[in-house]
């Protein structure tokens, strides 16, 4: 079935910096969704992309659809320890299921 | 709302025993979905259902069944209880495929 692979596993990031995790599917996706998901705590909902190269902002995170619809990224800027948590995409499958790739765990070391 | 309630939020269990972890939500959502997540891994799919009635199987569907009775409530009835089966267990709800998901808290599963 369709997986979605992300890269990297884990990212330990200073605060302050950038970072780019990345989402990847060897096939066509209608759409992508991101989650985060706190340590503890339980996934949340971030944000969809729909359109071919679309790109959406949320105040520090930029999310990007490629333009094939087959890859996106989630690039945090000047992180903080507000941002730690893990971070998944997810993507439809066939018979309306909703697959969830492996998540990025951040680790910030103030 | 109270959005996506999940219960119980811990329970143990002995191998062999049958319990039912209760899922509700109140924002009239079509779609409701069955996750596991096991220590440091992502979520997997146990069962989802895209209304009142309809349930299908998702990647990791044996050792659990479902039933989808009201819009609302959408029960994960484990037969059997095994140790592979100790994890953390998320509801979700959405009201269409388009549409992020709500999760619950979790409901976190110790099989002893």
């Known amino acids: 079935g369709q997986q979605v692979m992300q890269i990297p596993q884990y990212q330990h990031v200073q605060e302050g910096e950038d970072f780019t995790t990345y989402c990847n599917s060897s096939?066509?996706?209608?759409?992508i969704q991101w989650y985060k998901q706190r340590p503890g705590g339980h996934p949340v909902f971030l944000i969809q992309?729909?359109?071919?190269?679309e790109v959406k902002k949320q105040k520090r995170l930029t999310f990007q659809f490629g333009e094939a619809k087959k890859n996106s990224s989630l690039h945090i800027t000047a992180t903080q320890t507000t941002d730690v948590g893990t971070y998944f995409c997810?993507?439809?499958?066939?018979?309306?299921?909703?697959?969830f790739g492996g998540g990025t765990r951040v680790l910030v070391k103030p | 709302n109270a959005g996506v309630t999940q219960t119980p939020k811990f329970q143990v269990l002995k191998t062999g025993q049958s319990m039912t972890l209760q899922c509700a939500q109140d924002?009239?959502?079509?779609?409701m979905s069955w996750y596991r997540q096991d220590p440091g891994m992502g979520l997997r799919l146990i069962h989802y259902?895209?209304?009142?009635?309809?349930?299908d199987q998702g990647e990791v569907p044996n050792g659990y069944n479902v039933s989808r009775s009201t819009t609302e409530d959408f029960p994960l009835r484990l037969l059997s209880a095994a140790p592979s089966q100790t994890s953390v267990y998320f509801c979700?709800?959405?009201?269409?495929?388009?549409?992020?998901?709500?999760f619950g808290s979790g409901t976190r599963l110790t099989v002893v």
């Open positions: 979700a709800s959405s009201p269409d495929r388009v549409y992020g998901y709500t």
């Open positions: 096939t066509t996706l209608s759409n």
């Open positions: 992309l729909v359109k071919s190269g």
């Open positions: 997810a993507a439809p499958a066939a018979g309306n299921k909703l697959t």
């Open positions: 924002m009239n959502h079509e779609y």
């Open positions: 259902s895209v209304g009142a009635g309809i349930t």
